[in-house]
Structure formats: structure tokens, C-alpha cells
């Protein structure tokens, strides 16, 4: 017997998902998301038949829909970050229309509503990875409108540009509004996680454009206010080194204070 035939093993696998994609084991979150995707559409498929059968249906903390909409939600965004685009589109398609859904409840019309949503802007997200400027202006609008959205937002136009060079010079003034955090206790983990990557990134940007002395600021903010343990400290400082030659003398002093610190 499947360990989700009650329903609540759904929830465990939503937490190996988000702990997977917290350590960007992209290939993990494929498979758990499939996974997920296959369990929890089988229980629709027997929430269905017990319902016409006029039986105790399977009980699941959450509509059905939620967790078959996060399953590919979560392998779109992983294929994504494994630049499989075409992958990651199928996803979304699949997330973007719930009309097979025969639940009527309001839960379930709200997640459809979400998933809807949220796919519209997941499109636009692929067409600017893969350098269609098409949406870009609408893209940009929508970030500044969603507060909660900008970090991740910003950082997808970073990524577009170092992959197909889409064209955000005259974004530049957005990155600079967010681009030196100094107070981090305020924000979530998974927020400073966002603006850490969004740094990094940013952070070759600069150099793409010959700015060396705004991204050596950068990753030494990035040094300095991420985790004592964190594996991503290397890039930081790989990418440090490899400009370390542009570095002003205080540049320098502030570098090896850090790197002192992180040994002590």
C-alpha cells in the first residue's frame, strides 16, 4: 500500500521539495515533484470514484489542486535552473488550466485562480530567459507593483542578460535601489537567500560592463552578511580574486578583515 493512500504523506513531500530547492538540488526537486505529481493526482482520481460511490473520501490537508499545481511548479522552476526551457514550459502550460478539475469548492477555485496566475508571469519569466524582449516592459511593471516579487524579479532580468544578453541598461536604476543591504534581521531566509543570489549576480553584471569597483562592493557585502557556514561564500570570494587586481586598498583591508573573521 502507497504511504499517501491517507492523503498526509502529500505534506511530507512538499517539505522534501522545499528543502531540495533550498539547496538547489534541481534534479531532486524534479524527481520529488514527480512524485508528488503522480500521488497526488491518483488520490484525485480516488477522491472522484469514492464520491460517486457516496463513500468517506481520502482527507488531505489541502485541496488536491495545491498540490498537484506546486508538483510542476516546482519542476518548472527546476528545469528552469537547469536552462531546460522547453521542459520547464510544459510545466507551466500544465499549471496554467485546471478546466479538467471537476472540485468546485472555493478552496479548490482559489488555487486554480493562483496557479493561473502565477503562470502568466512564469511565461513571460521563460520568454526573457531565453532573450524575447517581447514582455519585458510588462514584466518590469509587474515586479515593481508585486513588492514581494522584486528580488526575485530582479535577479531573472540578471539571469536573462548573462544568457542571452536581453537588453536592461535602462533597468540599471532598480539594481541600485537594492543593491547594498546592510540590515538582513528583518528579512526571511528564504529573502536573504533571494538577494544573496540576486548579488552574486549583479555582481557579474558590473563586471560584464567594466563597473569592477561597484562588484567588489558587492561581494563583499554578500562576505559579510551571509551565513557563517554557507558553500556560496567560495563563489564570492572565487569571483573577488579573479578582480582583485580593481580593488582599492580599503577594498582590500575590508576583504582581509572578512576572510579573518570567517576563520576565527
Known sequence: MSRYYDGYGLDSTVTLLRIAYGLDNWR???KLGESLYEESLRIYN???LTKEQDIVEIH?????VYYIGYSRL???I?????LEFDKARECVLQYSDFQWIKLTNQETLNEIEFYSDIAKINLMVLDLLEGNTTKLDEYVAYIQKSKGEIMSGLLTLLEANRLNNLPIKKFEYLFEEHRLISDTTIMS???ISYYLKFSFELAMYYTRNDND?????????????????NHNKIKYVALFEKIRDKATHAQNSCYKSILEGMLS
Not at 60 to 64: A, C, F, L, P, Y
Not at 217 to 225: E, G, K, P, S, Y
Open 78 to 82: 527546476a528545469f528552469q535552473k537547469l
Open 46 to 48: 480516488l477522491q472522484m
Open 28 to 30: 531532486e526537486v524534479v
Open 60 to 64: 488531505t490537508q489541502r485541496t488536491i
Open 189 to 191: 531566509d528564504i529573502d
Open 213 to 229: 569597483s561597484d562588484a567588489i562592493d558587492i561581494l563583499l557585502n554578500c562576505l559579510a552578511i551571509s551565513p557563517k557556514i
Open 74 to 76: 516546482m519542476q518548472g
